[in-house]
């Protein structure tokens, strides 16, 4: 019984000299006049079937570096800075050397090393004098000169191909040790294939040949000659090459996540400006002038611009006279003078709460659900677990029948859309709510109860002079945590100063 | 915030039984105190002044002496070991100072517990000693005009509770008197003025204000409290020996010791009303303490009025009751409302329908009657609050600028970036010295930056994308990011000064990659995002960033530029010590 084979594989086997030599695939396909990709999968396939043997070897394979390729005409700068030297009658000022070579000056100042090693110039002060070598006119090429010469004429050559051609290759090598860029080494696999003696009996013996296609094409399709071809049967289990999507960073699923949570429970979305005026970021939320967060100590001052518009006179009054003593609302106020010229101060938001505050103002009829995703700014050093900007989300119910069991519902639905089934309620103090709650939620990872942010209904201080009338519920979440817990971060710095690996690595459906 | 550290021992004494570690800090958290953990703390008395310093867990004295500033560790005043004790560490709760110290917060826990009801009630009668106010302090240039006094007889101090005294003292200077500028707190027990900390016995040692001023530890942290004033008050006795020089520092004479049976406390300060709340935490702070100890009134004499303090006359507020069970969504009677803020130390009757609410003097965090549903709220427990969903229908609504930015995040994701989050503050350095972006002066700009990298809000993401390329030199090539995010510009016609512009932005880094392909992905954005909608041409552009030739700004019909595109001059990228070919573009969307 002949063996079928693919005419492809049989032209390998005949080519293969008998005496069982090994050859390398490259080599082979030059032979056959055939790409290398096919003649490997014909080896790879007679390999299987014992007709050939397939070695490795690893030779090292030269180029001209990023460095060496840039000379022009591959010729080292300290031969052409040494030639201007000697046209310049054996000594000159080094600067004077850069256009009398054509070389710039830090070329010709990178080469003073060389042209010492060389001894092909002695450096005294910022002048250079020829050396020896020179006296009695060019000297020949040194073996890393005549190198790269040989790699820039004839591309890339493994070490044989180098060593065939006479270069002292280890001379060479040794010169430019220190030099890197020149030329470059890469380590080369190849493969060896030699026909094995069940191979050699085989061809003795006789061999049919069939028509085996790879790949199926316009040309097969449209002649209908697929009819006759058989397709070789790919090996199902071998792994395809890497291949990454272009996608969203981990953080931005989070802050895409908490978005649709509130659209979806019927929240508008609302926005304000990062540099913000100190009125709508603190004034506006009864925060008092002289509260610690409002130091230059925690929050960043703008200094341009220096200064924002004040909104309506009218509203500027309301929350001045809160301050100062509670004006219309039921309050004693903070009992401090208040000072508009602090109020349109610019800061950089250090909370979303400032854009809720606006849309509160600008309507504040309800019902109304509102909310803002974005980055807010703190004074903080950079280190494992702070960043002078992090995300929050900020939302408000404005509802004649919001309660404050309303607003612990609603806190824990959120968590619960976003992965955390525990959470829990405990009191808390912010100048601007009241009930205040901070809100916990149970890490499994950490069998511990961890603050995620604050919540509360808005002091009657802060939406009566806004102009509402009805209870507002209110919280400032933090979402970096959140992604912390979610892709197991320990250093908050990774979500900003990404190694493409994790982007890459993370994937885009809930781990 | 600073941490405080109650010792076990003097919270269960007051507290009047003794609670399980684990229940303890369960309920503190119902309380709203932020619990951060137990310690063994060490005592060590100091040999010069005679005060207890609490040292860390290490068993090793603490460098300073609270008292005297001595240093614990050295030959000369080495620090004697005074015992250890339990200590619960507690994270300051700014708004209620009245919880600062072991008897504050068992009286509080005392109700909030159930064990009792209602304001407690302390012994103050009528006293002869008197405070006249000099009428200069009156005028303008003096720092701190108000002064309020109380005298405390019958005090049985030991060691313990003196260094609790003191650390009262500092805790309310610092959450109530926001480090002593609004209210400062002096507890005086004798006649001469030596400062603290300078050895009486050699009364040369004594120093004059500005000599304080100038050299003593104290005068020198808090000299910038008078600064731009022209006079400070001193408090003198009747024959003109000077007792303190508030804010700053007592007199050695006055200090309080185990020894101490009466105290006159003063508190100064801008304003009456955080003095005398400061003056009633002292005040009821000791008489807890101190249970045989009585206060007496000082009556303070100003040109034209005069006060007689301390003022514990509770502040009365008056709750509907019906208005709060809705506000927190629990269906309360006005029994039961009255109930809860009696638990709270309020003293709380119904009359007419209506909860009469009396606060205590040294309740500092009740504004308006809204603290006091919130009071009730807690007495009642956060975690026995009923769900309630929301009611009303309300349509959800995206910003409009965010979908565009989650469209533009799409079609970058189609086109092979990955999305890189950079951080939206930057520096000149980075941004015009660095990648070459044009200086046109527009930046805002950061007053009080805490690091020389964020001095300005970023005006481009492409600086942000060559620093993630440098990161990440080692990592394989083709590289292709890309970053969707606000910029911001100064802007007089804004009404904050800026105006922020969405933008995106994309490098493409690798051997191979150039003009041709930023621009196939950019015409691909602008086609996607709709920018090109209206026509969009390119011109050459001259920048820094790019090599020359290779730079073009894209205009929009009207001939405004909406975006930038070239490739990444090998000067900028040697600067990011990148190696390999990088193009970038820009636009806004």
Known sequence: MGAVLREVEVRVLEALPPGQEAVGIEELARRLGLDQSPVAGAVATLAERGLVAVSEESEDEFRAGPKGSGWDGAEFPERRVARALVAAGGEAEIPALAQASGLSTKEVGESLRWLTQRGWAVKDGARLRAGAAWTAGEPALEPDELLLRFLAAHGPARRAAVLAAGEALDAALGRLAQRAGVVDRRERRRRLVAITVDGQALLAGGIESRHEVNELTTELLVSGRWREAEFRAYDVTLPGPAAVPGKEHPFRRILQETRRAFLEMGFEETRSPWVESAFWDFDALFQPQDHPARDMQDTFYVARPEKAALPDPALVDRVRRTHEDGGDTGSIGWRTRWDPALAERCVLRTHTTAATARALYADPKPPRRIFSVGPVFRRETIDYKHLPVFHQVDGIVIDANASFAMLLTLLTTFYRKMGFPRIQFRPAFFPYTEPSVEVFVYLESRQDWVEMGGAGVFRPEVTEPLGCTVPVLAWGLGLERVAMFRFGLSDIREIYLAHLDWLKETPLCRS | ??????????????????????????????????????????????????????????????????????????????????????????????????????????????????????????????????????????????????????????????????????????????????????????????????????????????????????????????????????????????????????????????????????????????????????????????????????????????????????????????????????????????????????????????????????????????????????????????????????AAATIGLPQPREEAAVRARAALAGLGFLEVMTLAITSEEATYRKTGLPDDDRQATIENPISVEQTMVRVSVLPGLLETLAINLGHSYPQRIAEVGLVVHADPAEETGAAETMVAGFALAGD??????????????????????????YRALDWPLFIPGRGAEVLDGAGERIGVVGEVHPEVLTRFRIIHPVAVAEISL
């Not at chain 2, 200069?136 to 030991?158: C, E, K, Q, S, Y």
């Not at chain 2, 007592?250 to 003095?275: C, F, P, Q, Y």
């Not at chain 2, 990659?513 to 026509?535: K, M, Q, V």
């Open chain 2, 512 to 537: 191979g990659l150039g003009y041709a392909d930023a621009r196939s992905a950019l015409d691909a954005l602008l086609r996607e995002t709709g920018r090109d909608a209206g026509g969009v041409r």
């Open chain 2, 1 to 390: 915030m600073p941490v405080l550290g109650i010792p076990l021992d003097e919270l269960f004494a007051r507290y009047g039984a003794t609670i399980e570690p684990a229940e303890l800090e369960h309920q503190l958290h119902r309380f709203g105190c932020s619990v951060e953990g137990w310690a063994t703390a060490f005592r060590w008395r100091c040999p010069s002044c005679g005060t207890l310093s609490e040292g860390g867990e290490d068993a090793a004295p603490p460098p300073a002496c609270e008292g005297c500033g001595a240093d614990l560790r050295s030959a000369a005043t080495p620090g004697a070991p005074a015992g250890e004790v339990q200590v619960l560490r507690m994270e300051l709760l700014a708004v209620r100072p009245d919880l600062f110290g072991p008897e504050g917060l068992a009286r509080g826990l005392r109700g909030f517990l159930r064990r009792e009801s209602g304001a407690p009630r302390y012994r103050v009668e009528p006293g002869s000693f008197s405070v006249d106010v000099d009428p200069g302090l009156a005028g303008p240039g003096v720092h701190r005009p108000r002064i309020v006094a109380a005298i405390v007889r019958g005090l049985t101090l030991d060691d313990a509770r003196l260094r609790g005294l003191m650390k009262l003292q500092e805790n309310v200077h610092w959450a109530l008197g926001r480090d002593r500028k609004l209210a400062s707190i002096g507890v005086l027990d004798g006649l001469r003025f030596v400062p603290l900390g300078f050895d009486p016995a050699q009364p040369h040692s004594a120093l004059t204000p500005r000599e304080i001023l100038a050299k003593h530890p104290k005068g020198t942290a808090y000299a910038w409290l008078l600064e731009g004033n022209t006079k400070a008050p001193l408090l003198a006795d009747a024959k003109g020996g000077v007792l303190s020089m508030p804010p700053i520092i007592n007199s050695e004479a006055t200090r309080v010791t185990t020894a101490t049976k009466e105290v006159v406390i003063d508190v100064t300060g801008l304003a009456d009303r955080h003095i005398d709340k400061a003056l009633a935490m002292v005040v009821t702070s000791l008489l807890e303490a101190c249970p045989g100890a009585h206060a007496e009134t000082v009556t303070v004499r100003y040109a034209g009025e005069t006060r007689v303090t301390p003022d514990l006359a509770p502040h009365e507020v008056v709750l509907d009751p019906a208005a709060a069970g809705r506000l927190i969504g629990v269906p309360w009677t006005a029994d039961e409302v009255a109930e809860l803020l009696r638990f709270m130390r309020h003293d709380a009757t119904v009359v007419d329908g209506q909860v009469r609410v009396l606060v205590p003097a040294w309740r500092s965090d009740i504004l308006h009657p809204r603290d006091l549903v919130e009071d009730a709220a807690i007495a009642h427990g956060y975690d026995r609050i009923p769900a309630v969903g929301l």
